[in-house]
T-cell receptor, first 111, second 115 residues
Framework: QKEVEQDPGPLSVPEGAIVSLNCTYSNSAFQYFMWYRQYSRKGPELLMYTYSSGNKEDGRFTAQVDKSSKYISLFIRDSQPSDSATYLCAMKNTGGFKTIFGAGTRLFVKA | EAGVTQFPSHSVIEKGQTVTLRCDPISGHDNLYWYRRVMGKEIKFLLHFVKESKQDESGMPNNRFLAERTGGTYSTLKVQPAELEDSGVYFC?????????????FGPGTRLLVL
């Protein structure tokens, strides 16, 4: 069983839709939870960083962590064609250096 | 400020040959990471340098892979001899702060194809 599970999609939505991306994990030691965005032929770029449980909002993006369910989410409001990319969840232990990635979800936002 | 750069962007080699990938981190970043993404799979950690020292190399697949970081600046990842299963995208990332809430900045990756 993988430590981090993420549906690879693809997920296709119309412009302006609310997008929900999710990951589940099995390692209860994970404390740091990240979402990366990766455009084609580029490296991943950090979007959101959350420590332990709770919500974090940044503009149109909201990250949620539910440690009791081992489930994390990223919501994108008012999605734009420029949001079309692969979104990767990632996590690591407290004091750990090794980041564990999900497989990534491919998102297409249609104009 | 220049980001993380990687060279070459693409490499096509035959099985049994040697390939060396290079990563130049952001200036002043002590932490340097190598990751690999094999087609259809997730990005996987290979190793972590703090300055010139290897902090964690538990993700290195086998002894055909050798990473170095000369003087704590740029890093090289050598694959010798290359096998078909080594094909994939190799990413380098660097960061200032170690562990915890650190921001890792990724390079564009080197796409390696072993024929």
């Amino acid at each position: 069983q993988k430590e981090v599970e993420q549906d690879p999609g693809p997920l296709s939505v119309p412009e302006g839709a609310i997008v929900s991306l999710n990951c589940t994990y099995s390692n209860s030691a994970f404390q740091y939870f990240m979402w990366y965005r990766q455009y084609s032929r580029k490296g991943p770029e950090l979007l959101m960083y959350t420590y332990s449980s709770g919500n974090k909002e940044d503009g149109r993006f909201t990250a949620q962590v539910d440690k009791s369910s081992k489930y994390i989410s990223l919501f994108i409001r008012d999605s734009q064609p420029s949001d079309s990319a692969t979104y990767l969840c990632a996590m690591k232990n407290t004091g750990g250096f090794k980041t564990i990635f999900g497989a990534g979800t491919r998102l297409f936002v249609k104009a | 400020e220049a980001g993380v750069t990687q060279f070459p962007s693409h490499s096509v080699i035959e099985k049994g040959q040697t390939v060396t990938l290079r990563c130049d981190p952001i200036s002043g970043h002590d932490n340097l990471y190598w990751y690999r993404r094999v087609m259809g799979k997730e990005i996987k950690f290979l190793l972590h340098f703090v300055k010139e020292s290897k902090q964690d190399e538990s993700g290195m697949p086998n002894n055909r892979f050798l990473a170095e970081r000369t003087g704590g600046t740029y890093s090289t990842l050598k694959v010798q001899p290359a096998e078909l299963e080594d094909s994939g995208v190799y990413f380098c990332a660097s960061s200032q702060k170690q562990g915890g809430q650190e921001t890792q900045y990724f390079g564009p990756g080197t796409r390696l194809l072993v024929l």
